[in-house]
């Protein structure tokens, strides 16, 4: 088993080495640790160091951090970048959280961060779902704007017209800023269609 450090600073002023420093006396060898200067923001996919650390590590390894806050933006990013490591049979330990899957407690921690992660994107739901009724209740319209029918009659007359002369219907749609689809669904059955 190889211990993998990770550390991840969101600026050039902050200073990693508490990090490094808590990773070495954790038993992280030092050329094991993976740094990244990058916001929390950015997913695990936009972070360098982190991609290298997941392309090195094999199963039965441990990924070591200072604190589970640094594998990702979110509770909810944190928990599925655990379940993508623990999936591909690598461990996950948090030392100053005192996380360690191979532990009841550790398990038990990450439970509960599993438990805070769901009522966290429920939370999120239910003001999603608040704030699309209050916009409905003054008066937003979501979906498509609906188009001026004179436009679309203009264009399905130029659209016909073209596939009458010969043109493919997608060609025709072209011609008018459509979609062949758009085309057949403004054109409906009646008008003969050309491939």
Known sequence: MTLLGYTRVSTQQQDPTLQRDA???AGVA????YEDVITGASGAASRPAWAQLVAYARDGDMVVAWRIDRLGRSLI???QTVADLQARGIGVRSISDGID?????GR???GMLATLAEYERELIRERVNTGVAAAKANGVRFGRTPE??????????????????????????AMVGWSRATFYRHRGPAVPSTP
């Open 108 to 110: 038990l921690m990450l």
């Open 148 to 173: 001026d029918p004179r436009s679309v009659a203009a264009k399905l007359a130029v659209a016909i017209e073209a596939v009458a002369q010969g043109a493919t219907a997608a060609d025709a749609a």
């Open 23 to 25: 990773l070495l006396a």
């Open 101 to 105: 899957p191979t532990t009841p407690v």
């Open 77 to 79: 990013d944190v928990l």
């Open 30 to 33: 030092a050329e094991h640790i």
